[in-house]
Nanobody, 124 residues
Framework: QVQLVESGGGLVQAGGSLRLSCTAS????????MGWFRQAPGKEREFVAA????????SYADSVRGRFAISRDNPKNTMYLQMNRLKPEDTASYFC?????????????????WGQGAQVTVSS
């Protein structure tokens, strides 16, 4: 069973940057397509970005495209989310997960092995 652990969250002013990490246990990380989601208080969990197993394909939600960048380092069993030009509306808990559905799927039901989440708070 692969376990995912997010880190790197924190408090930042609007316009600032943060980098989240998602580290996986086990030896099969390199074979998984992965994704980032976020959930703000009182709202549903929403798709943020996804990356294929090789790092050659990426996908972004319209709300973050051009500001966020997803990447991975397979030898380190780690995926990243670089978040730039942060806005107060980016405030949420951020989760990483493994894509079990088809590439391009953005529903939470298509992902599993969710991490515990990392809190990102952007002040105005």
């Amino acid at each position: 069973q692969v376990q995912l652990v997010e880190s790197g969250g924190g408090l930042v002013q609007a316009g600032g940057s943060l980098r989240l990490s998602c580290t996986a246990s086990g030896r099969t990380f390199f074979s998984y397509n992965m994704g980032w989601f976020r959930q703000a208080p009182g709202k549903e969990r929403e798709f943020v970005a996804a990356i294929d197993w090789s790092g050659g394909k990426t996908s972004y939600a319209d709300s973050v495209r051009g500001r966020f960048a997803i990447s991975r380092d397979n030898p380190k069993n780690t995926m990243y989310l670089q978040m730039n030009r942060l806005k107060p509306e980016d405030t949420a808990s951020y989760f990483c997960a493994i894509l079990r559905g088809r590439w391009g799927s953005r529903g939470t039901n298509d992902y599993d092995n969710w991490g515990q989440g990392a809190q990102v708070t952007v002040s105005s």
